[in-house]
């Protein structure tokens, strides 16, 4: 259904030409150096060295050593021809506590990284938190209280402070959803968290803090603000009521959890009273206007009613039966190694039914991240992946879709949360067997270098 054979397939359909190119990659993901010049630990420098919590018992304390490797990183940018980075800041580098005192060489590391980046021609793109909490915050309860909100926000007027000149574009927080559920909620991230529906004040705080972050950009004039939620269509499992009430349950949890109050200053319904604090107040600051909004997609779910006989495993994650909704495989396509279905026609109407439900209140759209897992040098199965969903994407745009950037999850192989260095999404593929870290591009990222030039 999405892959064509290479040979006999067209070239992509053509992008405006303002269209920002780029590839994603996160702090605790690639840099290392996890006890070098003053970084302070994050959550999860404690969740990976408990046992069991990693598939593959690893840590990201070297990662791909981006820390000292990142001239070569950035030279691959260069090569690959993306317009744009997205990186994210490790807070407890630059606070190693989290608040107070500024770790100097943590601030300078991000100094070099961004001049490195504009000089070769690339638009940085910083992304604030990418889910590494600082764990002197996340030992005062994190993200359940309502301060690391607060915390936060200083934290952003420091890095902006530094970067400022030069970052034109910033992302406030990444997929606040699956901190919420994956970390508070179900347990299987940092901070390892089983709460079930008592994790909501995470969602809530993290929204907060969102909103704090514009507030405190905005104020210093700094450029374009975005935020890079994690999205997918929920189809219901069959056309029963009770299987269409689950999928749109899910719905909420996924989606408007996290679009409905930035995109129109409220939340689902029944969601407000559940959460702590001024929660009214709190969404005036949510939903200021942002420049655009950043959606990562990679699969849609396939949900129904609660159902012991389905199988309870999601992308690796076991569904506990307290939860009102069961995930069911979608069947009859590709797979990633991840063994995340590939349907790209989903993000199509993803976007399409964003542009429906919020209309003139959804600003231009950008993919903030969108790939795959797999292994090997000779990746024809990215290569199918990525072309089926910039045709996909293009759809959307067709049907009227504003959509001005997209950028691929990830530049390179890296450290993937709770499945250690087991799933690979680079376009570069890092030598781990060896143990010597090379970089070597993939045959999606000479894809993706011809596809790019194309576009000019
Ligand atoms: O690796 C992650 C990334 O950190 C957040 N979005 C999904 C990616 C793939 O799982």
């Not at 210093?220 to 689950?246: F, K, M, Q, V």
């Amino acid at each position: 259904m999405t892959t064509l054979p290479p040979r006999s397939r067209s070239p992509l359909p053509r992008f405006p030409a303002n269209f920002l190119w780029g590839v994603s990659t996160s702090a605790h993901q690639i840099e290392g150096a996890a006890a070098e010049d003053g970084r302070g630990k994050s959550s999860w420098d404690l969740f990976s060295a408990l046992p069991g919590k990693i598939k593959d018992g690893s840590s990201a304390s070297v990662a791909v050593d981006h820390y000292h490797r990142y001239p070569e990183d950035v030279a691959l940018l260069k090569e690959l021809g993306v317009g744009g980075y997205r990186f994210s800041v490790s807070w407890s580098r630059v606070l190693p506590e989290g608040a107070g005192p500024i770790n100097k060489a943590g601030l300078d590391f991000y100094d070099r990284l961004v001049d490195s980046v504009c000089e070769a021609g690339v638009r940085p793109v910083p992304t604030l938190f990418h889910w590494d909490t600082p764990l002197a915050l996340e030992e005062k309860g994190g993200w359940l209280e309502r301060d690391t909100a607060h915390r936060f926000a200083e934290y952003v007027e420091v890095v902006a402070e530094r970067l400022g000149d030069r970052v034109g574009r910033w992302i406030t927080l990444n997929e606040p959803a699956e901190l919420t559920m994956l970390g508070h909620a179900l347990g299987e991230h940092a901070p390892g968290k089983q709460l079930l529906f008592d994790a909501l004040p995470v969602a809530h705080h993290q929204l907060l803090a969102h909103g704090l972050a514009v507030q405190v950009l905005r104020s210093r004039g700094s450029g374009s603000l975005g935020i890079a939620n994690s999205h997918g269509p929920t189809w219901p499992a069959s056309d029963s009521e009770e299987d269409r009430g689950a999928a749109d349950f899910y719905d909420v949890l996924l989606n408007r959890l996290f679009a409905d109050p930035i995109l129109l200053g409220e939340y689902p319904e029944g969601i407000a009273e559940m959460l702590p604090g001024p929660v009214a107040e709190d969404l005036e600051l949510i939903s200021q206007p942002l420049d655009w909004y950043g959606m990562n997609f990679y699969q849609p779910t396939r949900v129904g009613a609660p159902n012991p006989a389905v199988s309870a495993e999601f992308a690796g994650i076991t569904v506990p039966p307290e939860m009102p909704f069961s995930v069911h495989p979608v069947e009859g396509v590709p797979r990633t190694a991840f063994d995340w279905a590939v349907v790209p026609e989903a993000l199509t109407e993803l976007l399409v039914s964003f542009r429906d439900r919020y209309g003139d209140r959804l600003p231009p759209v950008v993919i903030t991240e969108n790939g795959c897992s797999y292994d090997g040098l000779d990746d024809q199965a990215r290569i199918d992946y990525l072309d089926g969903h910039l045709r996909a994407l293009h759809r959307a745009m067709d049907a009227g879709v504003d959509v001005r950037g997209y950028f691929v999850w990830s530049l390179m192989d890296n450290w993937e949360w709770a499945e250690g260095y087991r799933q690979r999404f680079g376009l570069v593929h890092i030598d781990y067997e060896g143990g010597t870290l090379d970089r070597t591009p993939k045959a999606s990222f000479r894809w993706l270098q011809e596809a790019l030039r194309a576009q000019r």
